[in-house]
């Protein structure tokens, strides 16, 4: 009987507009299941890649070129030309002067092949002692005589064998001092020459030079 009455009073309600869409239930009936609902999961970063460092760019070594450049000096006539004759054995093949003219200062580099054993003994009687080398370049200078002449001790040998030595020579009146270096790098051999008025600091040092000059005749 009671079933009955709430079902009429039921009917009558919705009948008059009082139900909403609210969801009803009916007694003697279960409530709907709820399905919970997943909580979102937050959408994965994308992972920033870390950028690569980049490493410095290496300073540039200077080359006999650029150090005498930056020194101040300016390319010249070569001392001794390409075919020169050292003695009765060696042919100068790669020479090249430069000028320091607001110091009355000189650099000559001069490169000579060494083919057989004969040019390399001859040489290397050169490095022993200087001989038609100093004779060929004071020559080459305009000068009168060899004073002084003395060891000229390097910081650092140069190529497989090298030689320093140092002396004066009379350059039209003046005093002048040529510090000469020799040296032998694999089949080659070669001679710096650094020329200045006598008692005045070199601005480059003739050892230095034949380092640079070594360098460029390993990276040939």
Excluded at 122 to 138: C, K, Q, R, S
Excluded at 213 to 219: A, Y
Aim: aromatic share 4%; proline share 11%.
């Amino acid at each position: 009987m009671k079933r009955t009455i709430f079902i009429i009073l039921l009917m009558a309600a919705l009948l008059a507009g009082c139900v909403t869409d609210t969801e009803v239930v009916v007694e003697g009936t279960e409530p709907p299941e709820v399905v919970p609902t997943d909580t979102p999961v937050p959408p994965t970063a994308t992972p920033v890649p870390t950028p690569t460092p980049i490493p410095p760019t290496p300073t540039p070594i200077p080359d006999l070129n650029t150090t005498l450049v930056e020194a101040g000096f300016a390319p010249a006539t070569p001392l001794l030309p390409v075919g020169f004759m050292i003695g009765d054995l060696l042919t100068v093949t790669d020479s090249a002067s430069y000028n320091k003219s607001d110091v009355n200062e000189f650099v000559h580099t001069i490169v000579f092949p060494l083919p057989t054993q004969v040019e390399v003994a001859g040489f290397t009687l050169e490095l022993a002692d200087p001989n038609y080398t100093l004779l060929a370049i004071v020559a080459a200078l305009q000068g009168a005589g060899i004073d002084a002449k003395v060891d000229l001790p390097g910081a650092v040998p140069v190529g497989a064998m090298s030689k320093g030595v140092t002396f004066t020579t009379n350059i039209g009146g003046a005093v002048m001092r040529v510090d000469v270096v020799l040296f032998m790098e694999g089949t080659n051999g070669a001679i710096v020459v650094v020329v200045r008025p006598d008692g005045a600091t070199p601005t480059v040092d003739a050892w230095t030079i034949a380092q640079k000059l070594d360098e460029r005749i390993k990276g040939q």
